[in-house]
């Protein structure tokens, strides 16, 4: 593929080169050649249990036991046959099968055949090898699969006969030491982290092994600096990882107490940077924001973790290293992508949505990004990626970030950000009247020459939003001549939200299902209303509208448009006196 500037060659060459080197290490620390550096006797016993904190639907298990198993939007039955002898439907149905996370189903029904069935189904997997598949070998998948057996060995070991007990024993044991002789060639990011917590949680739980803890430890508290930002972030900028690596850090904490064991700094330091993030990412109705990959929030999942969450504070309001700024004043609160693209083996599932905020009224999103579609749609988990697909500025039909998402090596090293935005700046103000967010990206400079700047303006009393999107020169000056320099600002609305467009064009009306509504307006340009779609990893696709205003950057430097509370939930109409003459209280 073509690439519009050198940094973008040189960074894939760069990529190439690294993943072709972690490759060659994993290949030979996976081999036989290798097994020597971890041998010896398999560990008697099992000490303790980590706390799985996932959610658990009972169910479930009914489905299990009569053959029918459902992962990943897909479909499986069974009846007669060995589940691990049927070929997948997908990769990501494979995945969930061998994770083995569908355990916590069957013990939450607390029942004497779910026990039965869960040994019967694990003893399965351990007879037929299925460690030897390729999913269920990848490092990721083995870790997942380590950590949920060691969480759920009440249900599999409780009234065992020797021989699984032995069996079981002895595949566990054979996982780990192949986990532990790769773990450092796997893939950055949350996969190699995984590995680390599976590792140290099995070191943990198997009886004498403080070798295994003292170098898990280590490789965790390593992995942790690398990935966890100062403000709480991850480095590959999803905010569904936060939540994803609580929930087995979480436990893994508790494990290191339990064990009489002092949990370290960097693991606890982890922790308490990330808490905080939880809240710094809900909208008002607690769902996440849809940057970077992030899909449906698991809201049962998300109490679960806030409930260890000791300091409840009020979110923060600036995530720097992250790149994301949270605006927030009465029932109203915006999210706003202000950072660079990762690195490109971080970034897989990451977006060209730099500069795209989402805004949500009261328990009601309004402004959205159009978030992520389930396993296996490619072309619009593609399309997901695009600029176009999130509520921000695209020029000239195209996205500030290239994907290396063809051919041979997009096959081979995923589909990662080979050039993008490198300069985000930022700046803020919060005062009495409002709160002032100024930021601007380079992603289009290379390309184009031209700088997109956004303003956004949050009134103290969160019921008006001014918006001031410009377009200079890299040095900041006025674009002198034309060119490829045309322009669409989109705002992509929530499924919910019904918009209806003025006579005038020149705004829109929103009506929100609470019975308030918004009214947006640009004073100078037309608004038109296009159609949107909504995607869901979980719920499916939706069809939605987008508010859309063209123009050229020669002729319009820069466009000013405003989002109001025109009614108040329940239908009240708004008038100029509702606030009085005093700011609220803590302002």
């Given amino acids: 593929m073509a690439f519009g500037a050198g940094s973008g060659r040189g960074r894939l060459v760069r990529f190439a080169l690294a993943s072709a080197w972690r490759r060659a290490r994993y290949a030979f620390h996976a081999s036989a050649l ?71 189903h069957l013990r939450a029904s607390d029942l004497a055949v779910s026990r039965s069935n ?75 982290l995984r590995v680390m917590m599976a590792l140290a949680a099995a070191g943990l739980s198997l009886s004498d092994q403080p070798r295994l803890v003292r170098q898990a430890s280590r490789w965790l508290d390593q992995e ?54 939880l809240r710094f990412f809900r909208h008002g109705d607690g769902s996440f924001a849809k940057f970077n990959g992030m899909g449906e929030t698991q809201l049962g999942l998300l109490a679960t973790v806030l409930a260890y969450d000791d300091a409840r504070g009020a979110p923060g309001k600036n995530a720097p290293y992250a790149g994301y700024q949270r605006l927030d004043a009465g029932d109203t609160v915006m999210l706003v992508d202000t950072g660079p693209a990762p690195r490109p083996v971080l970034s897989l599932e990451a977006h060209a949505g730099c500069l795209s905020f989402e805004m949500s009224s009261g328990r009601q999103p309004l402004i959205v990004n159009c978030g992520v579609p389930g396993p296996g749609a490619t072309a619009l988990r593609r399309m997901a990626r695009t600029t176009a697909a999130h509520s921000t500025v695209t020029l000239n039909d195209s996205s500030s970030c290239r994907f290396l998402n063809s051919g041979y090596l997009a096959a081979k090293l995923g589909e990662a950000i080979l050039s993008g935005p490198n300069r985000v700046e930022v700046s803020r103000q919060d005062n009495r009247s409002e709160t002032v967010l100024i930021a601007a990206h380079d992603g289009y400079v290379a390309r184009f020459g031209i700088r997109h700047e956004r303003k956004l303006v949050l009134s103290a009393y969160g019921d008006r939003i001014d918006g001031l999107d410009s377009f200079t020169t890299p040095s900041g000056n006025t674009i002198a001549r034309g060119g490829r320099d045309a322009f669409a600002l989109r705002f992509h609305l929530h499924p919910a939200v019904e918009a209806t467009r003025f006579n005038n064009g020149r705004g829109v009306f929103l009506a929100l299902p609470d019975g308030s509504a918004w009214q947006f307006e640009t004073p100078d340009l037309e608004v038109l209303l296009e159609e949107s779609i909504r995607l869901s990893d979980i719920r499916g696709s939706r069809r939605t509208d987008q508010m859309v205003v063209y123009g050229r950057a020669l002729h319009q430097a820069s466009v000013e448009w405003i989002l109001h509370r025109v009614v108040e939930p329940g239908g009240r109409m708004r008038n100029h006196d509702d606030h009085g003459d005093d700011l609220p209280l803590g302002a």
């Fill in 224 to 277: 942790l600096a690398r990935q966890i930002l100062p403000d709480g972030g991850h480095v590959g900028r999803n905010p569904g990882t936060v939540l994803e690596i609580l929930v087995d850090l979480l436990p893994l904490r508790q494990a290191f107490t339990a064990r009489g064991q002092q949990p370290s700094p960097a693991l606890l330091g982890a922790i308490d940077r990330m808490m905080p993030m």
């Fill in 34 to 104: 290798y097994r020597w550096k971890y041998s010896g006797q398999v560990p008697e016993r099992l000490l303790i249990a980590p706390t799985d904190l996932r959610t658990a639907d009972p169910t479930i298990a009914n489905d299990i036991y009569a053959g029918r198993f459902v992962f990943a939007g897909e479909v499986v039955d069974v009846a007669g046959f060995s589940v691990f002898e049927i070929e997948a439907p997908s990769r990501a149905w494979a995945e969930r099968l061998h994770s083995f996370g569908w355990l916590r």
């Fill in 118 to 192: 869960a040994r019967a189904l694990l003893d399965e997997w351990i007879r037929f090898h299925k460690s030897h598949d390729p999913i269920a070998r990848d490092p990721d998948v083995m870790a997942r699969r380590i950590l949920s057996w060691l969480a759920q060995t009440p249900l599999v070991l409780e009234g065992c006969d020797h021989g699984f007990y032995r069996r079981f024993m002895r595949s566990l044991t054979k996982q780990v030491r192949h986990l532990r002789r790769v773990a450092r060639d796997v893939r950055p990011g949350l996969p190699r």
